[in-house]
């Protein structure tokens, strides 16, 4: 069974720094693109970042480009979110997904994953 447990989320002011986790359990993790979504109160969810297999290529939403970073770290079966100069806008529940292609490559559609997480807040005061 696929698992993925978030953290790191929590309350920060705008121009502050967060890392988010997420940990996978029940597949090979490294075999697998990875991505972050996020869901704001009252909106649907939107992509946020994505990796490939192996972490080799990423790609961004454009409205945080330059701002957050994904990462990953295979032998510990996680992947991040480093998140600088946040904005109040950036407030939402973020939720890590496993790409559901084996050696896939990275993609910003929900249909391309499989497995999700429970997701982990955050908010981002003005």
């Known amino acids: 069974q696929v698992q993925l447990v978030e953290s790191g989320g929590g309350l920060v002011q705008a121009g502050g720094s967060l890392r988010l986790s997420c940990v996978v359990s029940?597949?090979?993790?490294?075999?697998?693109?990875m991505g972050w979504f996020r869901q704001a109160p009252g909106k649907e969810r939107e992509f946020v970042a994505a990796?490939?297999?192996?972490?080799?290529?990423?790609y961004y939403a454009d409205s945080v480009k330059g701002r957050l970073t994904i990462s990953r770290d295979n032998a510990k079966n996680t992947v991040y979110l480093q998140m600088n100069s946040l904005k109040p806008e950036d407030t939402a529940v973020y939720y890590c997904?496993?790409?559901?292609?084996?050696?896939?490559?990275?993609?910003?559609?929900?249909?391309?994953?499989?497995?999700w997480g429970r997701g982990t807040h955050v908010t981002v005061s003005s």
């Open positions: 997904a496993v790409g559901r292609r084996y050696h896939g490559g990275y993609s910003y559609y929900p249909s391309e994953y499989n497995y």
């Open positions: 029940g597949r090979t993790f490294s075999n697998y693109g």
């Open positions: 990796d490939s297999w192996g972490g080799g290529s990423t």
